[in-house]
């Protein structure tokens, strides 16, 4: 048996998108990528501030593991020119050089560079250390030392990195009042 359906012969199927439903159609997409640019954002954000902190972590990890290694003191400092220790802000460098005189600089050549970051990144490090001396047998000194990661002006999120004395190496989320600290928000 056959079936057939009725059709008008005035009635046809459209053959594409008419205009109105185009510029619906890119208000729509206009809508959603106005509503979603914060959101990428805050994940590029978060994405730096993670690649920081394990490039951190990264680099201490090697310092400390050239120190017992090579049994040797080793230096881990902020470097704006890749050749000396110096008083600039973490995030524009560090170095890793031997320090046999234990005076926190790299006697010769620094053996390890890197770290140069973005401007709006904020890299301090806890009571104003400016580096890392690891001993021969790995440890670090008298006290715990902390590198702190965060947005200038943003202590909304903030990380970081922990040094203790034994010379164990770890990364954590900052508590909101070093976050405030190290966003310059105090």
């Known amino acids: 048996m056959k079936s057939w359906t009725a059709q008008s012969p005035f009635r046809r199927m459209p053959d594409g998108f008419g205009l109105i439903e185009q510029i619906v159609s890119m208000v729509v997409l206009a809508v959603l990528t106005i509503i979603a640019i914060p959101s990428f954002r805050h994940l590029i954000d978060q994405q730096t501030l993670r690649q920081a902190q394990m490039d951190y972590i990264a680099a201490l990890q090697h310092a400390h593991d050239l120190a017992v290694n090579e049994q040797v003191r080793v230096v881990f400092c902020p470097s704006s020119n890749a050749l000396t220790c110096n008083n600039a ?32 990144l904020n890299i301090i490090g806890s009571d104003s250390k400016k580096s890392v001396r690891f001993q021969p047998d790995g440890t670090v000194g008298a006290s715990n030392q902390t590198l702190f990661i965060c947005l200038r002006g943003d202590d909304s999120h903030a990380l970081k990195v922990v040094v ?15 976050a405030a600290a190290c966003a310059g928000l105090d």
Do not use: T
Not at 91 to 102: A, C, K, R, S
Not at 164 to 178: F, K, L, M, Q, T
């Open 164 to 178: 203790a004395r034994r010379g164990r190496i770890r990364g954590e989320v900052a508590s909101p009042v070093d």
């Open 89 to 120: 802000a973490w995030n524009n460098g560090w170095l890793i050089g031997h320090d046999p005189e234990n005076k926190g600089r790299p006697v010769g050549a620094p053996l390890y560079v890197g770290g140069k970051y973005s401007s709006r």
